[in-house]
Structures are given as C-alpha cells and as structure tokens.
C-alpha cells in the first residue's frame, strides 16, 4: 500500500502562473516532509521540506502546504518559469530510534508553456 | 566541491554475473541510501546506512546486498543480477539533524542486465 501518494502523473501550466503540485500521505507518524525536483538524466535535487510541527515554509519562489489533519502536502511555485519544467517528487521522512527512512510518491511531471 | 559520486554511470551486464556499482561521499554524512526508479514506480529505497557498520533494508531490498565499512563509501552489489534489475540506480547521503535533513543524491547509474 503506498504511504505517498502524487495523484496527478502531469501538470501543465503558463509561464507566470501559479504551480501547485499536490501529495498525500497515510501514516501520521512522519516527521518530516520534503520535495525534489528532478531533471533527465540527473539525480534528484533537494528543493524545500518542512517540519511536522509547522504549517507553511517559504523559500522564493518555493512555498509547502502541510495540512496534518488531511495528510496532504502541497508546492505551490509563483511565478512558474520555463526553467521549473522537471518531476518534482514528495517524500515522507520518519525517523524514530534506530530508523531514517525517506519514501517518495511517484511523481508528478510539471510543464511550464512560455 | 561537496557531491556523491557513483561508478559506473551506465552498464550492460548478463544475467548472474555479479557486479558492484560504487558510491562516495565527501561531505562527512551518516546517512547513505540507495534508491533505483522505474518508470511509472517512482523511487524506491534499497537499502540505507545510518553509519559505519549500520545497514538496513528499505522497501525493495531482495536481491540486493549493501556494506558500510568506511563513513565515504556505500557500495550496491548484486550478486547474481536479473533482468528485472535493471533500472535506474541513485545513491545519495545526508547529514542526520541538520535540521532541513534533505539527501543529496548521486548523479544515477543506468543498469541493463540482458
């Protein structure tokens, strides 16, 4: 059973607009939540995350939704640029004694039109 | 120039010939992983380190082997490779409570086994 769940494989949006990349997770025991983004041919990079005990974090561009009670994440990119076209991946971290396990969703391939 | 690196970068090898993809860090991290990504699966964890010595199964461990025996270096071996093992294959590591705890990944080994 997946613990994170991407819904939307695709996303397209226009140059200038509002990105909004959803995740939903099952367990309530993670502790941390993240977001990379990824290029062809490259490794995934690290983008933004947040702590389980906030609700926003901001960086630029970049913001992340948490709602706990819904167990959904969001990324929401504005303005959204050409250069932001990539997979950008959620991912789960929980790490209690003796464990430090990241699970990521499928993915979600964001498309910015110029 | 901190990174991850992995060798080699792509291979074609037969079934049952054991091979052994290479990961280094040099940014003095705990923590290593090792993920492959298919398509339509998203990344999926192998196998993680949480320090030298200190190696445990991730969601998709079989057929896999891990070793951990100096902090820099996290070798994958597969023993006796199939076909379905081939994949794309990331390492990456991270430094446990620096408090964003992201994972810097390696660039990706392309893995074909015939």
């Known amino acids: 059973d997946q613990q994170v769940k991407q819904n939307s494989p695709s996303l397209s949006v226009q140059e200038g607009r509002i990105s909004i990349l959803n995740c939903d997770y099952t367990?309530?025991?993670?502790?941390?939540f993240l977001w990379y983004k990824k290029y062809p041919a490259e490794g995934p990079t690290f983008l933004i995350s947040?702590?389980?005990?906030?609700d926003k974090n901001e960086d630029g561009r970049f913001t992340v939704f948490l709602n706990k009670s819904a167990k959904h994440l969001s990324l929401h990119i504005v303005p959204s640029q050409p250069g932001d076209s990539a997979v950008y991946f959620c991912?789960?971290?929980?790490?209690?004694?003796?464990?430090?396990?990241?699970?990521f969703g499928k993915g979600t391939k964001l498309s910015v039109i110029p | 120039e901190a990174q991850v690196t992995q060798n080699p970068r792509y291979l074609i090898t037969v079934t049952g010939k054991k091979l052994t993809v290479t990961c280094s860090q040099n940014?003095?991290?705990?923590?290593m992983s090792w993920y492959r990504q298919d398509p339509g699966l998203g990344l999926r964890q192998i196998y993680y380190?949480?320090?030298?010595?200190?190696?445990d199964k991730g969601d998709v461990p079989e057929g896999y082997k891990v070793s951990r025996k100096e902090k820099r270096n996290f070798p994958l071996i597969l023993e006796s490779p199939s076909p379905n093992q081939t994949s794309l294959y990331f390492c990456?590591?991270?430094?446990?409570?620096?408090?964003?705890?992201?994972?810097?990944f390696g660039p990706g080994t392309r893995l074909t086994v015939t």
């Open positions: 990456a590591s991270s430094s446990r409570g620096q408090g964003r705890n992201e994972q810097y």
């Open positions: 367990n309530s025991m993670f502790d941390y």
């Open positions: 947040i702590s389980s005990i906030k």
């Open positions: 991912a789960v971290l929980a790490s209690g004694a003796g464990s430090y396990q990241l699970t």
């Open positions: 940014m003095n991290h705990e923590y």
């Open positions: 380190s949480m320090n030298v010595e200190v190696t």
